[in-house]
Nanobody
Framework: QVQLVESGGGLVQAGGSLRLSCAAS????????MGWFRQTPGKEREFVAA????????YYVDSVKGRFTISRDNAKNTVYLQMNSLKPEDAAVYLC?????????????????WGQGTQVTVSS
């Protein structure tokens, strides 16, 4: 049974930093594309970042480029999202997602597995 468990969310002031973690189990983690999405009430899930199994290829939505960094530790079955210079508009529930293969889509429905999410709140 595949499980993705996020942690690291919380309340931070604008300009601050948080590091999210997603621990995976029940799947061959090192062969999966891992992604981070975010969602606010009434809106669809928005792609934030993704990383290929090797860690050499990363992808970001334009609004977070230069501020967020996705990384993975295949030995620990964990993917991270380092978020710096946070803005109030970054506030959302952040969800970890996984999909097999090598393609890195930005569409939520193409990911097979999801975590429950972790809340990020940014105060202005």
């Amino acid at each position: 049974q595949v499980q993705l468990v996020e942690s690291g969310g919380g309340l931070v002031q604008a300009g601050g930093s948080l590091r999210l973690s997603c621990a995976a189990s029940g799947m061959p983690f090192s062969t999966y594309v891992m992604g981070w999405f975010r969602q606010t009430p009434g809106k669809e899930r928005e792609f934030v970042a993704a990383i290929r199994w090797s860690g050499g290829s990363t992808y970001y939505v334009d609004s977070v480029k230069g501020r967020f960094t996705i990384s993975r530790d295949n030995a620990k079955n964990t993917v991270y999202l380092q978020m710096n210079s946070l803005k109030p508009e970054d506030a959302a529930v952040y969800l970890c997602a996984a999909r097999g293969g090598t393609l890195v889509p930005t569409t939520a429905r193409t990911y097979n597995y999801w975590g429950q999410g972790t809340q990020v709140t940014v105060s202005s």
